[in-house]
């Protein structure tokens, strides 16, 4: 079955819903294709005590405010996951679910998107898929000899499922900061959190604010030819968001330089030092999803696509929404991804024109 429409969107999450209302506004005929098959995108799968790094009037999509959750200056993932479902039903966004996208391709004219049962023929793509469907794990010697668990973030829950276990946790990012905290509370769970250079903290005031500020201020720099600031990166690492800073403070959160190699029941380091361990958990981060889109032939030797903004440099039709910096500062957030999706309906109004 073929059916068509001026925009089909893949990816129904935070960048999907910020594209999908700036295409109703701009009385386009669209679709959105979803694989997941309840609203709420990556947030409904975030481990259980996560909270959002900014508070909600900071963490909200174009046109409707997320509201506050009682008790929390910084909302829960649970809260995000509702204030996604009930986006979409108040602005009637048409997300078809689930949905699993194998591919995109030129085809008579259209970019054919194929789906597991109906091909749609779209005059424009935005492919909003994000990061957490694929996520990074780097090559370390041992880690086919290593008997124990080898989980990722994605894979990550409560503490709870570790208790008696020895677990390291790899990774100097928020993720691996949040989680070594996470676990770090809970007497029966012993831990060695590594990274590989001396974790970097934001200062304890800055939280998702400053951060959408920061990123701000580098775009409107390089956009007017001044030296870039650095953005977010210039800050540090690591937001102090509560649980952090208390594990840190109370001297919880201790790193350790990066081991040399796994062994078959823990670790060792350069030195000769070694450790035991029942399972690694790699918060290492994530690659864009982008499979979906190898027919085109647009990504280069490092995986990437060419973009301007977020129109693809070699496919005027294509736009690629949310996946961080390199399509718009700060996409990949709630409160950031809202600029660059009016940018790319506007691109594509202008193209379909």
Known sequence: MTRQADVVVVGGGQAGLAAGFYLRRAG????????????????????????LFSPAAYSSLPGRPMPVQPGHTYPEAAHAVDYLAAYEQRYEIPVQRPVQVREVRCEDGFLCVEGDTVT???RAVISAT???????????????????????????????????????VVGGGNSGAQIAADLAGVDDVGLTWVTRRPPRYLPDDIDGRALFDAATARRRALEAGRPDTGGVASLGDIVAVSPVRAARDAGRLIHRAMFDHLTEHGFSWADGTT??????IWCTGFRPALSHLAPLGLRSPRGRIATDGTR????????LLGYGDWTGPASATLIGVGRPAREAVSQISDLLR
């Open 312 to 319: 693809a440099t070699d496919e005027p039709r294509l736009h």
């Open 120 to 122: 749609w023929q779209a």
């Open 130 to 168: 994000g990061t957490w469907w694929r996520p990074f794990v780097p090559a370390v010697p041992g880690q086919d000899v290593f008997a124990g668990r080898q989980l990722h973030t994605v894979d990550y829950r409560a503490p709870k499922e570790f208790a008696g276990q020895h677990v390291i």
């Open 28 to 51: 386009l005929d669209f679709v959105i294709l979803d694989a997941q098959h309840r609203p709420g995108g990556a947030w409904r799968h975030m481990w259980d005590s996560l909270h």
């Open 275 to 280: 450790a035991e361990a029942d399972t690694v």
